[in-house]
């Protein structure tokens, strides 16, 4: 079993890290914004409440986002573990954890500053069904505009427009950012706590894998 975290703001490489350490440990990606985008996409009850926050940069609810995290990791293939890639990304979300007695071994935080996060997130492209992410300059699709496995096109998200950008990066200083303080904390006091490491997200993306895969081998 092994449950990870990954920490960072948006743009920072999460998405992209997550698939490797999917694939090297056999377990899933647990993407909140993946998901709720997907609820979007369908048009449920959960996708309606989501979509205006989301469009303007701010979090969705606690409970919502708890409430689909608990039912996500009750499937079958989070047997062995799961990598969560943008959750917790408050406080309470990462209290409710604890609460529902969700051990967590590892948080990855990945770190970058803020003016690398605009270039980065302006040029992202994604492929929906897959989750997975390229960039126009640093990684490139092996066809322009096409996701490499499957052939289908790749999609810029609603959120990439510079304003919204700035308005996400808000929001991650006003409520997601401390969470690295906070499991730092719990780290160093030990007993049950997550390990917590952190990685220069500036490098390389081939780096920065070697390196969060050495560290949790
Ligand atoms: P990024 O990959 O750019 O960090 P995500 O795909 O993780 O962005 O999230 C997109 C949007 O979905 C967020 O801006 C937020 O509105 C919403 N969201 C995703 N995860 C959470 C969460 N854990 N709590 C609250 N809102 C979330
Ligand atoms: P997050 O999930 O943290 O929001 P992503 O994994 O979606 O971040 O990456 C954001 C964008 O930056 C994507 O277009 C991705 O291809 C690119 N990217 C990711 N890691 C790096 C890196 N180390 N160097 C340059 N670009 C990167």
């Not at 449950?3 to 703001?9: A, F, N």
């Not at 205006?52 to 708890?66: H, K, P, R, Y």
């Not at 302006?122 to 322009?144: F, T």
């Not at 719990?186 to 007993?191: H, Q």
């Amino acid at each position: 079993m092994m449950r990870i975290i990954l920490l960072g703001p948006p743009g920072a490489g999460k998405g992209t890290q997550s698939q490797f350490i999917s694939k090297e440990f056999g377990i899933p990606q647990i993407s909140t914004g993946d998901m709720l985008r997907s609820a979007i996409a369908e048009g449920t009850e959960l996708g309606k409440q989501a979509k205006g926050v989301m469009d303007a940069g701010g979090l969705v609810s606690d409970d919502l986002i708890i409430n689909l995290v608990k039912e996500r990791i009750s499937k079958p293939d989070c047997a062995n573990g799961c990598i969560f890639d943008g959750f917790p990304r408050t406080i309470a979300q990462a209290e409710a954890l604890v609460d529902a007695d969700i051990k967590i071994d590892h948080v990855v935080e990945i770190s970058v500053p803020d003016d690398e996060i605009v270039s980065r997130l302006s040029g992202r492209r994604q492929h929906p069904a897959s989750g997975r992410v390229y960039h126009v300059k640093y990684n490139p699709p092996k066809v322009e505009g096409v996701d490499d496995e499957t052939g289908e096109p790749l999609i810029q998200r609603d959120d990439a427009q510079e304003d919204t950008i700035r308005d996400r990066l808000k929001t991650y200083h006003d409520q997601t950012a401390m969470l690295g303080g906070f499991y730092q904390d719990k780290s160093k006091a030990g007993g049950d706590a997550p390990e917590y490491h952190q990685f220069d997200g500036t490098q390389d993306i081939d780096v920065v894998k070697e390196q969060i895969l050495s560290t949790l081998k």
